[in-house]
């Protein structure tokens, strides 16, 4: 298998001069891509960085920020994206941790940054939201074009650091080939084709928009709207002639609130696909209704890329999470790894070409993650279906153990997001000295709705088992979510973890 820039570059090749990319009123054809990568590879020699070596990048979207990805790529060093929403602390782990040969960051956070890297050895440049700074500026004086590094299928092409909300955020290391694999297998299975037209709205720190969408399109051919962040304004001027959506579940809420997202907006657009966090099914029916077409759900995480998706037309299942993708073996598992049956709910364990190689400078960690017969424990809950469709439950974490019974919350979740008034729930289980656990509901409600505890509580327990019924409810204006729109559950269980402290043993 050729290295991901060398398949970049003949698929941009091929595309002759058609549009590949759409950015700020320019569209670029393959060779204007290909110029941008050859130009950012450059600086990123003159700089000293070759295979293998690791480059920070914590910048805002723009093209030349997809420049310097590609370009990394073309070096065969290791592209390390970090959220734009890290502070300096945070930046200070990540670039002790990545041992980085270059860093490349926001201008404004250039002087803040600067000893840190220079003491760290590494050089420093900057890229602004506009495409400007000081690795633009070399850019565009780069006259000689460097040869594109000859790499293996092996050979480490990103590293992309887990969100850390249980403890030290840990460097997933990622291959050409779980890259590669990943891009051409998804662009198979969605269609993915020359006649398409992608609205790109999402992050390029995030594997959902850097990975699954941009390396997804461009080796389809794919024409590429690139929009500098999701707005609802912006993804709505940008759908006349599009035909494919790619977002996380906030991103169709929010486009949901909107009175101009209906059936004429979204006449184009043959498919709409929703990741990186759980679609509630109330979103999945309010988007068929308005659209008069099923949103595409499927399932993925740092360490594999996409694991499982539904298939576009009548392969799409409403509540679950698609089929493990071609190539993918996939199993629900008990403690010891033992496949279960059908219907069971336990551990999603993968195992394929997609899955990493393992956590950065963390060898006892990755071990730990990995069965003997090389099967990776995502740490997520499930079940799969007698049609083979995966249903996720929750995270093993999340799971609420109460008085030795467990309970998923995403089961409590769905009967308390039906009751009339509620707009969203999250189940989380906080210390109980009586049970271990208590099972806790943090609701947000509709505009305009009052919060009843008790009515909710009476309310469920004419739909779930007693042990499954919350010991509180609590109403919050909102739940707090990371970049992508998970709700951080670690994030409420410390809010709300001295709720029964009073309780007696």
């Not at 003949?10 to 054809?29: F, K, Q, S, V, Y």
């Not at 370009?71 to 200070?92: D, H, I, M, S």
């Not at 420093?124 to 633009?136: K, R």
Request: net charge negative.
């Amino acid at each position: 298998m050729a290295g991901v820039y060398a398949a970049l570059e003949e698929a941009l090749c091929r595309a002759g001069d058609a549009t590949i990319i759409e950015w700020a009123g320019r569209a670029l054809h393959g060779g204007d891509v290909i110029a941008g990568a050859e130009a950012a590879a450059g600086v990123l020699a003159a700089s000293g960085v070759g295979a293998g070596d690791r480059v920070l990048v914590q910048v805002e979207k723009s093209l030349e920020a997809v420049f310097l990805y590609l370009a990394v790529l073309r070096q065969g060093a290791v592209f390390v994206p970090l959220n734009t929403g890290y502070r300096t602390k945070e930046f200070a782990y990540f670039l002790d941790d990545a041992s980085p040969g270059l860093v490349i960051c926001d201008p404004s956070a250039a002087d803040e940054y600067a000893p840190m890297v220079h003491g760290a050895g590494a050089q420093l440049l900057t890229l602004d939201a506009n495409g400007e700074g000081t690795f633009s500026d070399q850019a565009s004086g780069i006259k000689a074009t460097v040869d594109a590094a000859l790499v293996e299928d092996h050979a480490l092409a990103a590293m992309i650091y887990t969100s850390g909300t249980t403890g030290r955020s840990k460097g997933a290391m990622l291959s050409q080939a779980n890259l590669l694999s990943n891009a051409l297998a998804l662009g198979r299975i969605w269609d993915m084709s020359r006649s398409d037209v992608l609205v790109h709205a999402l992050p390029l720190f995030h594997i959902h928009g850097l990975f699954i969408s941009l390396n997804t399109a461009l080796l389809a051919g794919t024409c590429i709207r690139l929009l500098p962040r999701f707005d609802i304004t912006l993804v709505l001027d940008a759908l006349p002639g599009a035909t494919v959506f790619m977002g996380v579940p906030t991103y169709y809420v929010r486009l949901l609130g909107e009175a101009r997202f209906e059936r004429e907006a979204t006449k184009g657009l043959r498919l709409c696909i929703s990741g990186s966090a759980p679609l509630l099914l109330e979103t999945f029916d309010a988007f068929e209704e308005r659209t008069g077409r099923a949103l595409l759900e499927r399932y993925g995480m740092s360490e594999c890329g996409v694991i499982a998706s539904n298939l576009p037309g009548a392969g799409i299942r409403r509540g679950a999470v698609g089929l493990p993708l071609p190539g993918v073996d996939m199993r629900i598992a008990g403690d010891d790894g033992s496949a279960l049956p059908a219907n069971t709910i336990g551990s999603v364990e993968v195992r394929g070409p997609g899955v990493f190689c393992g956590y950065w400078r963390m060898p006892e960690k990755t071990r730990a993650e990995f069965r003997p017969d090389g099967f990776f424990i995502t740490g997520d809950l499930g079940r799969v279906d007698g049609e083979g469709y995966l249903h996720l439950v929750g995270r093993a974490k999340d799971m609420v153990i109460s008085g030795g019974l467990n309970v998923y919350p995403s089961e409590v979740e769905a009967a308390i997001d039906a009751l009339a008034g509620v707009d969203e729930s999250a189940v989380i289980g906080v210390p109980h000295a009586d049970f271990g656990e208590a099972v806790v509901a943090v609701v947000r409600l509709q505009p305009g709705e009052r919060g009843d505890a008790e009515a909710v509580i009476r309310a469920l327990k004419g739909e779930l088992a007693a042990f499954k019924v919350p010991k509180a409810v609590v109403f919050t204006d909102d739940l707090p979510r990371n970049t992508m729109g998970k709700v951080e559950k670690a994030a409420l269980r410390n809010a709300h973890a001295a709720l029964f402290a009073s309780v007696a043993a």
